[in-house]
């Protein structure tokens, strides 16, 4: 019995073993880098796509801004058609033989000069506003560049990780069928209980059953992952995956992290490039009180439809000045001025926020250390009781219950050491995000060394 034991563990074995090498094989089979995954995430994701198109909108906002410096100059043009006769150029005098002549189709053409000389330094804010608010859409694209290579980084370790889990299943469930195999020759010799038979087939049926849950997992994560990066399922599957190895990073300590954190965490700097424009935008309503003195001039040919053109200029100087505009001047003053001060306060409020994201993070960091290294001695452990619990099955000394225990923790630790291990990834990737630091630059000497 012992032989035959043997033999359909070897069976099983064999079975696993030459479906990996199968898959490994494959000459056909593309392998996708974490960091080739995040340069098609960048490339295909929408909401950077989104941002860069945002951002370009108020670079172009700067130069509009900018425009109202310089002089305006338009042509104009028209033609008209009157059921009475109209005057054709106007009248510039009532002396005999000044009487313009009249004419049912007229025509215009012409050209309009402006330019502004003093708005009370509307102009001046307008542009330092735009460019508050270019420098607030500049982070807003870092910001979603650098959560999306979080998310994909997130992603893509959580196919690993699944896979890695099924693959813990898988074993076990082997484990367990040689189990029952060895259970079922024992009853027909009639030196097994029947207890014995039920529970493993009990624990089989609550392996496999928690194996189609983990498999769901694997297919949920892999779909995520193709969706993130514009490929599909297929090309996503943890076969296809370089597993990852990154490189041990020294923790540096709260004040340096703190100090990168408020000198170049994204939702900081939007926050401070939107308080920079809100205090512009404060300069342009309280330019709204001041006269508004403008250089303006024209050129105008005025003619009919049996010719009679006469052509004018004038130039000269406009003042704008309101006496009164029903409150709105000084409504808008207090409407910027609280704008103001609401985005002071939420620069001071992004910033404690990130700060504590960056503690927690911290401690995050160093437990997921922590806890990946206490799982791979306690993998190695449980592996050592699963051997020793078999031998004493085989050698009649141990109980099935205890080599059934023996294997669940096993699965367990396998499990949780994966995932603590892709965690620690994920962690330091987050970490860097909060810091302002994660780029594909940063990710590659992270994880530069792959398997």
């Known amino acids: 019995m012992t032989g035959v034991r043997v033999a359909h563990i070897a069976l099983l074995a064999s079975v696993f073993s030459v479906g990996q090498v199968s898959a490994q094989a494959e000459p056909d089979a593309p392998s996708l880098s974490l960091l080739e995954a995040v340069e098609r995430a960048l490339e295909h994701a929408p909401a950077v796509r989104l941002s860069a198109a945002e951002r370009k909108g108020a670079h172009a906002a700067v130069g509009e801004a900018r425009a109202a410096w310089f002089p305006t100059f338009v042509l104009i043009g028209s033609a008209m058609q009157y059921q009475e006769p109209m005057i054709v150029s106007p009248i510039h005098g009532f002396q005999p033989g000044q009487t313009p002549p009249f004419d049912r189709t007229l025509f215009q053409g012409g050209a309009t000069l402006s330019y502004t000389l003093f708005d009370g330094g509307a102009r001046r804010a307008r542009v330092r506003e735009a460019r508050e608010r270019a420098v607030a859409a500049d982070a807003h694209t870092e910001d979603a560049t650098q959560e999306l290579i979080a998310n994909t980084v997130v992603s893509y370790l959580a196919v690993l990780s699944l896979q890695d889990v099924l693959e813990a299943h898988d074993q076990r469930i082997a484990a367990l069928a040689a189990e029952r195999a060895r259970v079922l020759q024992q009853r027909q010799a009639g030196t097994a209980a029947e207890v014995e038979q039920l529970r493993v087939e009990a624990a089989l049926a609550s392996a496999e059953a928690e194996r189609v849950g983990r498999h769901g997992e694997l297919e949920l994560a892999t779909r995520h992952l193709a969706r993130l990066i514009g490929m599909t399922p297929e090309q996503t599957s943890a076969e296809h995956l370089v597993p990852v190895r990154w490189s041990e990073i020294a923790s540096p300590d709260a004040d340096s992290l703190s100090a990168r954190v408020l000198a170049k965490n994204p939702w900081v700097t939007r926050a401070r490039g939107n308080a920079a424009a809100a205090r512009a935008g404060r300069a342009v309503a309280r330019g709204r009180r001041w006269p508004r003195f403008e250089l303006v001039g024209a050129w105008l040919d005025r003619g009919s439809a049996d010719g009679h053109f006469t052509a004018e200029w004038n130039v000269g100087v406009q003042l704008t ?131």
Do not use: C, K, N
């Open 321 to 451: 000045y309101p006496i009164f505009t029903g409150g709105s001047v000084s409504r808008a003053a207090a409407r910027a001025a609280a704008a103001h001060r609401a985005a002071e306060e939420r620069v001071r409020l992004v910033e404690l926020e990130a700060l504590h994201a960056m503690d927690q993070t911290r401690l995050r960091a160093a437990e997921a250390a922590a806890r990946a290294a206490s799982l791979r001695v306690a993998v190695d452990r449980f592996a050592e009781v699963v051997r020793i619990e078999r031998l004493r099955l085989d050698t009649g000394s141990g109980t099935q219950t205890e080599y059934l225990r023996a294997e669940a923790d096993l699965l367990t630790a396998r499990a949780a050491l994966t995932e603590a291990q892709h965690a620690v990834v994920a962690v330091w990737v987050e970490l860097a995000r909060i810091t302002g630091d994660l780029s594909l630059a940063w990710l590659s000497r992270l994880v530069g060394s792959t398997l």
